[in-house]
């Protein structure tokens, strides 16, 4: 996904409100062993971007001057009550070097799933997003997590789900290993095949 920045030399809070008056947003570019840079962004550009799920999760092609660099997008400040974004940060990506991020889960089947059609199952997502590591070039948008098999009664952890080649889990995510979603049964609930026993019941005389 290609971003256009624009370089800027003033700085401070004067300097940004001025720069958000006029439509822009201030922001930093840093990492990779380069000297952090300052640049600005169109502002209603910036904030339908943030919409997107892929401008979280990837690695952007950010364009300052004519020139581009692979990025990830790093930090976002908003204001408390209005739809402003106040700052971004991007982090430069170096091809050589492992990425430590959040990649956002997508949840599949779980529409199908056995334990939902038939015994009215609630399936909980409790983690939307785990926190990976992984050269640039193996970073995925997002991880698949299939809960067609998943039991009442059952979890799935952050370990149990398949990742891409060349993706692993960094390494406090693997020792907690935290539930990604859960499957139970609410109180009160029937299941398809007690609310047919209970219409074949005979009343007695």
């Not at 006029?22 to 000297?35: L, R």
Request: charged residues 20%; hydrophobic residues 45%.
């Amino acid at each position: 996904m290609k971003v256009v920045a624009f370089e800027r030399s003033l700085q401070g809070t004067g300097a940004s409100r001025r720069l958000r008056n006029s439509g822009k947003t201030p922001g930093i570019v840093y990492g990779a062993g380069a000297e952090t840079q300052l640049v600005e962004l169109d502002h209603n550009a910036l904030w339908h971007a943030l919409k997107k799920e892929v401008f979280h999760s990837s690695i952007l092609d950010l364009e300052i001057g004519g020139k581009s660099q692979q990025v990830l997008l790093r930090d976002v400040q908003y204001h408390p009550f209005r739809q402003l974004v106040l700052h971004v940060d991007f982090q430069r990506v170096d091809a050589k070097k492992k990425l430590h991020t959040k990649v956002p889960l997508h949840f599949m089947n779980q529409e199908t799933n056995p334990a939902v059609k038939l015994s009215s199952a609630v399936i909980s997502h409790v983690v939307n997003e785990l926190e990976i590591e992984c050269l640039p070039s193996a970073l995925p948008e997002f991880i698949e997590v299939d809960l067609a098999k998943i039991e009442a009664g059952q979890s799935v952890h952050a370990k149990d789900i398949p990742l891409p080649a060349g993706v692993a889990l960094v390494a406090h995510v693997e020792a907690e290993n935290p539930v990604v979603a859960s499957a139970t049964i609410p109180a009160g609930a029937v299941s398809e095949s007690d609310a047919a026993a209970a219409e074949g019941e005979t009343p007695a005389a």
